[in-house]
Every structure is written in C-alpha cells, then in structure tokens.
Nanobody, 122 residues
Framework: VQLQASGGGLVQAGGSLRLSCAAS????????MAWHRQAPGNERELVAS???????NYGRSMKGRFTISRDNAKNTVYLQMNSLKPEDTAVYYC?????????????????WGQGTQVTVSS
C-alpha cells in the first residue's frame, strides 16, 4: 500500500486547511485509517482515526476543530482542519491501521504516507 498525502501549507492562526491522503496498491487490505502529527521535539500523536464504517476518534486537542472523513470508493481519507492554532504546526502523516479500529499507538499502523507540513503562523 502506498499513501500520498497532500494539502499542507502555511496558514494564519484561525484559518483552515484540508489534507488529503490517497491510497494505492493493495487497497483491499485497508481497514481503519488515521492522521498523526509530529512537531519538532515531540512524539508522534494521533490526530484522528476513522474506520471503514465511518466511526471516528479524535485526539483531545483536535476535537471540535478537526474533522476526519473518507471516501472508500476513492481510497482517500481527508482531514478538515478549522480554527488552526500555532501549536498545530507539525508534519502530518496518514496511516493505515493493522486492525479494524484506529489507535493512538503508532505501532498499530502498517503503512505510512510521506507526511505533509502544516505551519500555522500567529
């Protein structure tokens, strides 16, 4: 499975961005998908996950501002980010879970995209 993330960029605080992650290859093995992020000096953290049925889970600081969705026909997962804050600055990675559910543990994910930089200026 190959994952291609896009949509990152520079935005002012309070602005919005929409990330996309398109999967290709052996897409039949894809179950839950997720977005994680990692800022310099920080551990990678779960942003949001979504099952094939659409059940979602969010990291605590993202709930209410971020929305994860997926289009199973296009093998694509999205992350709509609103009300962005400088502390949201990080590299955002999409990933596919080894299981039917999402998880906060990076080791539970089998495939990772290359990451897309999101920078929020104050």
């Amino acid at each position: 499975v190959q994952l291609q993330a896009s949509g990152g960029g520079l935005v002012q605080a309070g602005g919005s961005l929409r990330l996309s992650c398109a999967a290709s290859g052996s897409v039949e093995v894809i179950t839950a998908m997720a977005w994680h992020r990692q800022a310099p000096g920080n551990e990678r953290e779960l942003v949001a996950s979504i099952t094939t049925g659409g059940a979602t889970n969010y990291g605590r600081s993202m709930k209410g501002r971020f929305t994860i969705s997926r289009d199973n026909a296009k093998n694509t997962v999205y992350l709509q980010m609103n009300s962005l804050k400088p502390e949201d600055t990080a590299v955002y990675y999409c990933a596919t879970s080894r299981y039917a559910y999402g998880s906060s543990q990076a080791g539970h994910y089998a495939y990772w995209g290359q990451g897309t930089q999101v920078t929020v200026s104050s």
